[in-house]
């Protein structure tokens, strides 16, 4: 795009934010408002409100004009990560209102998007880029109050009394104080931590929140503590029904720094903002006059960028990474007064991210496992790091929308949280249950007894909110009880149709399953026919926790080879041993050190190199690659924590190393 031509700004969701930032696209050097698009054409002062821009009867309408370069949108918080995603994938880029999703795995989602699409995309703090805010953090640098260590900052108003029916109280629209407004607070001190180190911003290494909760369910005043690495610690508040003073004070060694209103900068329309520093007994007042619009600077921040072929903000405006870690803080927040909005949980969030019904697709490959009539896909989704039903929906969602239909639970994980994630997904989804290849695990240490098995499937069938899992192992032994006891209570639950196809141990040893086969042959039990232990292209030479058991070695695969016996590997990946992460000169990572580190290992990871590097791949694609092209059945799970972390995984599936490649790693 050339520097001269105006960025053409569409608005989704006219409502009282549209108009100011209308008003800013109005005094811009780089923006023209060409149209707005409602749900309701017929509502009065569209016209007036936004003077010459053309009136669209819905929100997909406007995707599709051909005039509209970026799209602002301002729906309710709800509605943010939908719109986004449908407008980048319309080919549009788009600043989305704060906050630009209600998490921070839903704003990397779009976040991804955007970078996939090659489109810019921004999230809305306005104050960030304007001049004001420049200078504050100019300030902090210079030492101006000396080494900082306490910022203190507040968003609240009040509303004046609970207004059902207003968005800022409706739990339904992720109403409340913390996502409308304790973002302002949070990314200021965020800035500031950062700019005390010489950063763009910092993260916090601890969020401790508090807050009131209202009769609706939602935050109508709450405080939260930042402590940072740097010593800085930070307290922030906001609210809908308390009236606070407002003011940003930036506490050093040798003074403090004061600022009202810091988001309101100059003014709406311009003006003179000020900066007031207090050393001791004396006061300098620090006047930023600027006579542009306050939302003038961001939507040039915005066109400046587009125009610039960027996909992002520059600082001091929000990165993609800033932006992220700020929801990231608002979600600790949130998790520690408990708030999750009803929109969030299954019954309410039915459809995938951007509001479209989640069906199975067909880019992953296939297998048939021994023992499972229906086909199943060469790797297995793992989900167990997800706080809520709302992040890891994101990844189920996606990895059964690009085919995956093999998922990994297990008694244990979250306390029965990741089991019961899954039972609302797919009841949820309508995902047909004959599609799915469920594991299930149970008898973890220190509980691995006979008649534990029984009970703990009782539970976690209830949460799967399913009658059977279709593989089920013990995920611990206990060589203590004759492992012809755990035989028999497997295969009374094969009898009862709990588990419907095969089971078998996770972290069991090859005499151990030996054994157990014998057993079954000699009794007429169903015999163990599958395992789930670590498998890699990097031997795990100490156990990463207490009681694990890795298959990697040659009497391992030897012994895997016999058999045909399917291997449900985790940690198939070397749990980052074959990213940037690790390396001869790099021991930050204690548990890639102790379980990965030897020189064997390093000669495996340099060839994955050489030949990702003859592929046009990444080592860790290789790693994958090298465990499904295994001459005996190998199931890697792989746990994403995001959609792209997931998306990268599945583009190794198409890599098809020749048993010559494979020995070659090896060697």
Same mark, same amino acid.
């Given at each position: ?53 053309? =009136? ?25 990560? &939908? ?26 989602? =779009? ?157 709406h329309k311009g003006g003179v903002g000020k900066i007031e520093i207090f050393k001791g007994n004396e006061q300098q007042t620090i006047e930023v006059r600027e006579d542009r619009w306050l939302y003038s600077f961001e939507v040039d921040a915005a066109g400046d960028a587009i125009r610039a072929d960027r996909k992002e903000f520059a600082a001091p405006g929000m990165s993609w990474a800033d932006s992220i870690g700020n929801l990231r803080v608002l979600d600790q927040w949130r998790a520690s007064i408990g708030l999750e909005y009803s929109v969030e949980k299954a019954a309410k969030r039915t459809a995938n991210l951007a509001g479209g019904v989640v069906r199975r697709g067909d880019g992953i ?55 019961? =994630? ?30 534990? =098995? ?30 012809? &006891? ?116 390093? &000669? ?61 790693? &090896?060697?």
């Amino acid at each position: 795009m050339s520097s001269d031509q105006p960025i053409r700004w569409g608005i989704i969701g006219p409502g009282t934010i549209a108009r100011t930032f209308a008003d800013g696209i109005a005094h811009s050097r780089t923006g023209k408002l060409v149209a707005i698009a409602t749900r309701n054409p017929e509502k009065p002062g569209l016209a007036e409100n936004f003077l010459g821009a053309r =009136i669209v009867n819905g929100y997909e309408a406007l995707l599709k004009e051909g005039d509209i370069d970026a799209v602002y949108i301002s729906t309710p918080h709800t509605g943010h990560a &939908e719109w986004a995603i449908k407008a980048i994938r319309a080919g549009k880029h788009v600043l989305v209102e704060k906050p630009i999703a209600l998490s921070a795995f839903d704003a990397d989602a =779009i976040y991804y998007e955007a970078q996939k699409a090659g489109v810019f995309a921004g999230e809305a703090f306005m104050y960030r880029v304007h001049p004001q805010t420049a200078k504050i953090v100019e300030l902090v640098k210079s030492g101006a109050i000396g080494t900082v260590r306490i910022i203190r900052s507040s968003f609240g108003f009040n509303m004046g009394g609970f207004r059902p029916e207003h968005r800022l109280f409706a739990n339904e629209t992720a109403g409340g104080g913390i996502l409308d407004v304790g973002g302002y607070p949070v990314s200021m001190a965020r800035l500031l931590a950062g700019a005390a180190d010489g950063k763009p911003f910092l993260e916090p290494e601890k969020v401790a929140g508090v807050a009131h909760l209202g009769q609706s369910g939602v935050d109508e005043w709450a405080s939260a503590v930042l402590k940072f690495p740097n010593g800085i610690v930070a307290e922030v508040s906001c609210s809908i029904m308390a009236q606070q003073d407002n003011t940003l004070r930036i506490i050093g060694s040798d003074g403090r720094i004061e600022v009202k209103d810091f988001w309101f900068a100059s003014g709406h329309k311009g003006g003179v903002g000020k900066i007031e520093i207090f050393k001791g007994n004396e006061q300098q007042t620090i006047e930023v006059r600027e006579d542009r619009w306050l939302y003038s600077f961001e939507v040039d921040a915005a066109g400046d960028a587009i125009r610039a072929d960027r996909k992002e903000f520059a600082a001091p405006g929000m990165s993609w990474a800033d932006s992220i870690g700020n929801l990231r803080v608002l979600d600790q927040w949130r998790a520690s007064i408990g708030l999750e909005y009803s929109v969030e949980k299954a019954a309410k969030r039915t459809a995938n991210l951007a509001g479209g019904v989640v069906r199975r697709g067909d880019g992953i490959p296939q297998r048939q496992i021994p023992g499972i009539s229906k086909p199943a896909s060469v790797v297995a989704l793992g989900f167990e790091f997800f706080p809520n039903f709302a992040a890891a929906s994101l990844t189920l969602d996606a990895f059964y929308e690009a085919g995956g239909n093999v998922f990994d639970t297990a008694f244990v994980y979250g306390g029965g949280k990741t089991e019961s =994630i899954f039972g609302d997904w797919h009841t949820s989804r309508n995902v047909p249950r004959e599609e799915i290849v469920l594991i299930g695990k149970g008898a973890h240490s220190p509980l691995v007894y006979p008649d534990i =098995i029984a009970k703990q499937l009782d539970q976690s069938l209830n949460r799967l909110k399913t009658d059977y899992v279709d593989i089920y192992f013990m995920h611990r032994d206990n060589t203590d009880i004759p492992v012809g &006891e755990f035989v028999d209570a497997m295969d009374a639950e094969v009898k009862r149709g709990r588990i419907r196809g095969i089971f078998g141990g996770s972290n069991w040893t090859r005499e151990r399953m030996d054994e157990a086969a014998a057993y079954a042959a000699k009794n007429g039990k169903a015999a163990p026919a599958a395992l789930s232990n670590n498998f890699s292209l990097a031997e795990m030479h100490d156990p990463i926790w207490a009681g694990c058991v890795t298959s990697s070695n040659d009497e391992w695969k030897t012994w895997l080879n016999a058999r045909q016996v399917p291997n449900f590997a985790w940690s198939s990946q070397g749990r980052g041993f074959f990213t940037d992460r690790a390396g001869r000169d790099k021991h930050d990572d204690e548990e890639i050190v102790r379980c990965w580190y030897s020189d064997r290992n390093f &000669e495996r990871r340099d060839r994955a190199i050489e030949l990702a590097n003859k592929l046009g791949r990444s080592p860790i694609h290789i790693a994958l690659a090298y465990v499904i092209a295994q001459p005996f059945p190998v199931v890697p799970l792989i746990g994403p924590r995001t959609i792209a972390e997931l998306e990268d995984s599945l583009t190794a599936l198409d890599i098809r190393l020749t048993p010559e490649q494979v020995k070659w790693l &090896e060697a």
